[in-house]
């Protein structure tokens, strides 16, 4: 079992930055391939960036060379960086931890990510 806390959401103007954590416990952190997602109101939730347990990423093409996904095995943490920040990058954030070898996922809660100026 694998419990995720996102923090670091927020509102922020076009063009602004912003870093999302997500705090994991409850199992070997660094076994899993970690991943966020979002998902803005009426719309389905994609995927914006992923890191496998080896440190390989992952990125959706519209958040590239903006967005940088990071993990910090220490503190059980995955991170998302968000730079250059537009309107439609407004959404629900969730991370992700998943184990493909034993068959399990695990979302978090959430944060909200408002883009507006």
């Known amino acids: 079992q694998v419990q995720l806390v996102e923090s670091g959401g927020g509102l922020v103007q076009p063009g602004g930055s912003l870093r999302l954590s997500c705090a994991a416990s409850?199992?070997?952190?660094?076994?899993?391939?970690m991943g966020w997602y979002r998902q803005a109101p009426g719309k389905q939730r994609e995927l914006v960036a992923t890191?496998?347990?080896?440190?390989?990423?992952n990125y959706v093409d519209s958040v590239k060379g903006r967005f940088t996904i990071s993990r910090d095995n220490a503190k059980n943490t995955v991170y998302l960086q968000m730079s250059s920040l537009k309107p439609e990058d407004t959404a629900v954030y969730y991370c992700?931890?998943?184990?493909?070898?034993?068959?399990?996922?695990?979302w978090g809660q959430g944060t909200q990510v408002t883009v507006s100026s």
């Open positions: 409850g199992s070997i952190f660094s076994l899993y391939d």
């Open positions: 890191i496998t347990s080896a440190g390989t990423t």
């Open positions: 992700k931890a998943t184990r493909v070898i034993i068959g399990r996922n695990y």
